[in-house]
Nanobody, 118 residues
Framework: QVHVVESGGGLVQPGGSLRLSCSAS????????MGWYRQAPGKQRELVAS???????TYADAVKGRFTISRDNAKNTVYLQMDSLKPEDTAVYYC????????????WGQGTQVTVSS
């Protein structure tokens, strides 16, 4: 059974930084594509970034140059470093397991709220 847990959300001022973490169990982590998605109120869930087992990274245009996805296969953990945050980054961020580079798999974490506001 796949178990996914995110952490690290919170309230931050525009221009600030946050780092999200996602730990996953019940999978062969080093061979699994991990993704971060987000959903803002009234909007569809969208891809933020993904990382293959070989650490090939894909980013949404809206976050390129500001967000960085990374992974530690030894710890079964993927991270999302978010810098230069903007109010439009406010959303619930979800970790996803086992999708493709641009589409999600069926296993999700519970989500963590990120709010960018002054």
């Amino acid at each position: 059974q796949v178990h996914v847990v995110e952490s690290g959300g919170g309230l931050v001022q525009p221009g600030g930084s946050l780092r999200l973490s996602c730990s996953a169990s019940g999978i062969i982590f080093g061979f699994t594509i991990m993704g971060w998605y987000r959903q803002a109120p009234g909007k569809q869930r969208e891809l933020v970034a993904s990382s293959t087992g070989g650490d090939t990274r894909t980013y949404a245009d809206a976050v390129k140059g500001r967000f960085t996805i990374s992974r530690d296969n030894a710890k079964n953990t993927v991270y999302l470093q978010m810098d230069s945050l903007k109010p439009e980054d406010t959303a619930v961020y979800y970790c996803n397991v086992g999708g493709t580079k641009t589409t999600p798999g069926t296993d999700w974490g519970q989500g963590t709220q990120v709010t960018v506001s002054s």
